[in-house]
Nanobody, 122 residues
Framework: QVQLEESGPGLVKPSQTLSLTCTVSGDSITGAFYYWKWIRQSPGKGLEWIGYINYGGAANYSPSLKSRTFISRDTSKNQFTLQLSSVTPEDTAVYFC??????????????RGPGTQVTVSS
């Protein structure tokens, strides 16, 4: 069974960089066809797609977040990482990592981690 788990700081100060890691078990992040995604849900809002990195290491980002987002991976640890720079309180959300097929719809996944709360506050 595929399992994903997010880890990282729960509190980030404004203007700093948010960094989260997703550890995957039960599948390889280099396995063909799957895309490894970051999505988030802000208070009172729906799911928002942030970006993904695919099995070949190519990344794609939401246009609204592209200038501040970087997704990378460590294949030796079967992990992928989200970095979101210059955060503001509007980036406060529950952040999820997920596995899915190619696509940018936030609900387009078959497995998802439990999520981790990140609060941006001084």
């Amino acid at each position: 069974q595929v399992q994903l788990e997010e880890s990282g700081p729960g509190l980030v100060k404004p203007s700093q960089t948010l960094s989260l890691t997703c550890t995957v078990s039960g599948d390889s992040i280099t396995g063909a066809f799957y895309y490894w995604k970051w999505i988030r849900q802000s208070p009172g809002k729906g799911l928002e797609w942030i970006g993904y990195i695919n099995y070949g290491g190519a990344a794609n980002y939401s246009p609204s977040l592209k200038s501040r987002t970087f997704i990378s991976r460590d294949t030796s640890k079967n992990q992928f990482t989200l970095q979101l720079s210059s955060v503001t309180p509007e980036d406060t959300a529950v952040y999820f990592c997920a596995r899915g097929e190619r696509g940018t719809l936030p609900e387009q996944y078959d497995y998802r981690g439990p999520g981790t709360q990140v609060t941006v506050s001084s």
